[in-house]
């Protein structure tokens, strides 16, 4: 689902009170969450293809103790930036900075970091198809050579952030201390695969596709896409109690103003998608699903939204319970935006505090 699909995620913890070069160490002490790069250099994916010149993006908010026991890394959803996590870090929020120094990744291919839309040798389709744990590799070299760090405090995630949480834990087992995948999954299921792949289809279905090589804006196409997107965002339920019929028109219109049209970022949309309809934990380490959940040596909560239909909570669930780790169940008909519509943040920042005090329990809307 994109940015624009998601963006009422940015609520998600709303009840809260409070709302570099490869070998160049970078200044840990400049936290101000501003913009920044990390250049990596080529880069070699799971496939074998290689990334030209891969530029990761990221911010980086609070201060790294002198034991640097307090890093938590906090990748991006589908079609997110870095910016849009802002509103969760800070004094007293999700994320407090007084206690922890927090990096915020661009995952690869959402338009700041390396990506087909902003790629001058590998523009668009010449972009080679990336993984989630192609992206946890780039945001562990991140983490290792540019900040010098051999450990986290935490990885946490939402939705493909969460996926890459799971990914974390297992291809890093001994880096971090917590994991926690928020409406993230260790596997796409076929649901999930059905929904991508029509998103997919969708965009490339457009007009102007051109065989991978718009010509002119994408209107038609991606519109499609965004639709397929958002009667899946939530429920049916929702959807009829947030839109009246008699304002379904203008709801369609804004919705089709809201999808992007042009290549590059359809391009990233698509090769994002494609990573996650690839998303598979156990088989990409050849083992059966309950091995590769006992791979994990840090502590694990897993948040799920039982009405979710972007991301099946099956395998997570089935996941948790496997290594016994805590589950958050969110009863809402918000779906896969349940993070809007029920406070999450208390319970997360009570597990990042103090783990062992969070027990299995479902949150419901007020």
Not at 274 to 295: M, V, Y
């Amino acid at each position: 689902m994109s940015i624009r699909s998601l963006v009422t995620i940015l609520l998600c913890f709303s009840a809260w009170p409070y709302q570099a070069t490869l070998g160049q160490p970078t200044k840990l002490q400049t936290n101000n969450g501003e913009q920044q790069f990390a250049s990596l250099g080529n880069f070699t994916l799971q496939n074998g293809a290689v990334l030209h010149d891969l530029r990761l993006g990221y911010r980086t908010l609070g201060r790294l103790n002198a034991g640097k026991s307090n890093a938590i890394l906090w990748p991006t959803w589908l079609g997110a930036r870095s910016e849009d996590l802002l509103p969760f870090i800070g004094p007293g929020s999700v994320v407090d900075t007084n206690k922890y120094f927090v990096i915020l990744v661009d995952s690869l291919g959402n338009g700041v970091s390396s990506s087909p839309s902003n790629s001058a040798s590998q523009p668009l389709m010449k972009f080679p198809k990336f993984t989630i744990r192609d992206m946890v590799e780039s945001e562990h070299q991140l983490a290792t050579k540019i900040f010098q760090l051999s450990h986290l405090h935490a990885v946490m995630g939402l939705s493909m952030g969460g996926m890459q949480a799971f990914e974390w834990a297992i291809a890093f087992p001994e880096f971090m201390d917590l994991a926690i995948p928020m409406n993230g999954s260790p596997q796409s299921t076929s649901s999930d695969k059905l929904l991508w792949t029509s998103e997919i289809d969708a965009t490339e279905l457009d007009p102007a596709w051109n065989n991978g090589n718009p010509k002119g804006p994408l209107t038609r196409g991606i519109a499609l896409a965004a639709e397929i997107g958002e009667m899946n965002a939530t429920s049916p339920t929702y959807v009829t109690g947030h839109t009246n019929t008699a304002d379904f028109e203008s709801f369609l219109v804004a919705l089709r103003k809201s999808a992007i049209n042009d290549a590059g970022g359809a391009w990233d949309q698509i090769r994002q998608r494609e990573a996650i309809l690839a998303l598979d934990i156990p088989g990409e380490f050849h083992i059966p699903f309950e091995q590769a959940a006992k791979r994990i040596r840090s502590k694990m909560l897993v948040i799920v939204s039982t009405q979710d239909h972007v991301v099946n909570a099956d395998p997570a669930i089935r996941f948790a319970n496997a290594i016994a780790a805590p589950i958050v169940y969110l009863d809402s008909p918000c779906g896969h935006r349940s993070f809007s519509c029920i406070s999450v943040g208390p319970t997360v920042a009570q597990f990042l505090a103090n783990p062992s005090s969070v027990r299995t329990q479902t949150l419901r809307e007020p």
